[in-house]
């Protein structure tokens, strides 16, 4: 399969693609590369935390308020 058949596909057979493809990754998580950016974004995020510079919602909250962004 080619980028221009993944382009055409139903969305509901991309979701299907995309968890597959997720559940293969977490299955073999030893030979998931630490990212550089990723352990940056983390460190900048528990600093902001602890801190108190950053917002911490419950995740009933989290997803009502990342849902009323897309309607």
Not at 15 to 41: C, M, Q, R
Request: glycine residues 2%; proline residues 3%; aromatic residues 8%.
């Amino acid at each position: 399969m080619n980028i221009t058949e993944l382009h055409n596909l139903p969305v509901l057979e991309k979701f299907k693609i995309i968890e597959a493809l997720w559940g293969d990754l977490v299955a073999n998580e030893i030979s998931l590369p630490n990212l550089a950016w990723h352990e940056t974004a983390l460190q900048e995020t528990e600093e902001k935390y602890l801190s108190g510079s950053i917002e911490v919602l419950d995740w009933q909250q989290a997803k009502k308020e990342l849902r009323s962004q897309f309607e």
